[in-house]
């Protein structure tokens, strides 16, 4: 694997969670077994496997389902794969004072639906109603099929359109999104693992990266009810640039939040 650009350790890493992931053990128990000795319809399986890595393919496409908050995830190049920046975005709106009195929830950019569908398990037991809504017809069937593998699907109603437009006026009152934000110009130089495999789509943002973030703000002061919150995933130079933007639309206590790295990832705001 170090011919095509994966460093030792990584390589030992990946290759460990799809051993662990092919004879179903847990890592410690992994360590336990270096002697035993496998089916050979396994090691074809790994062969084939180990082959789709070193061409670039990530690790959650192969495995086919990954973890993320609380819940587990189908996975695959239909939408873009759940990053752990984006698990602390869920964890900002859960504890949020908006999240205590919502009702309705609507997730702009769905994916895989690992927000809405990370919000739409916390609430369980509870009386609020959760939105998804892709453009993608290919992301939305993969939603859907997240939700019905985590028995939600009579929690999320599933939408397909262009943006925060799709929804009601005042008809939410969080309103999040994960959208695309990076230049199109740093999309084109982005890792083969990335770019050759996950959906531009789902990717670029426009010449400065904030063009979808404009319009759901815009959007957003539609379909938020008074005192409603908006919340979003930004890239780590669009911090200041999202405070003016929200602030211009009326939005009242504006945050900008830093990632584990120290850079700024999440912009939020609450409409008047």
Not at 43 to 50: E, G, Y
Not at 155 to 177: K, M, N, Y
Request: charged residues 25%; proline residues 5%; hydrophobic residues 45%.
């Amino acid at each position: 694997m170090c011919r095509h650009q994966i460093e030792p350790n990584e390589a030992r890493n990946l290759a460990e969670i799809l051993i662990s992931e092919a004879l179903h053990f847990t890592a410690p128990r992994l360590l336990l077994e270096q002697d035993r000795v496998v089916e050979e319809e396994i090691v074809v399986r790994l062969r084939a496997q180990f082959q789709r890595l070193a061409n670039g393919e990530p690790i959650q496409y192969i495995v086919g389902q990954w973890p993320f908050h609380d819940i587990s995830l189908r996975t695959d190049a239909r939408a873009l794969i759940p990053r752990p920046e984006t698990e602390v975005l869920v964890e900002r709106i859960l504890q949020s004072e908006v999240w205590q009195r919502a009702k309705h929830i609507a997730d702009i950019g769905t994916g895989t639906g690992a927000i809405i569908l990370a919000l739409a398990h916390a609430a369980r037991g509870t009386d609020k109603t959760f939105t998804a809504v892709d453009i993608s017809p290919d992301a939305l069937s993969l939603a859907r099929e997240n939700a019905q593998a985590l028995g939600l699907s009579e929690r999320v109603t599933f939408v397909e359109g262009d943006g925060a437009g799709a929804l009601a006026p005042c008809s939410c009152d969080i309103l999040v999104s994960n959208p695309p934000y990076i230049a199109t110009a740093v999309v084109n130089e982005l890792p083969k693992h990335i770019l050759g495999h996950e959906p531009r789509l789902a990717l670029d943002g426009g010449e400065d990266g904030l063009d979808i973030l404009r319009q759901i703000i815009l959007d957003g002061t539609q379909v938020l009810r008074p005192s409603g919150r908006i919340f979003f995933e930004i890239g780590d130079e669009q911090g200041l640039a999202m405070q003016r933007l929200l602030e211009r639309a009326g939005f009242s206590d504006v945050v900008i939040a830093k990632d584990y790295a120290g850079h700024d990832r999440y912009a939020e705001g609450s409409l008047l």
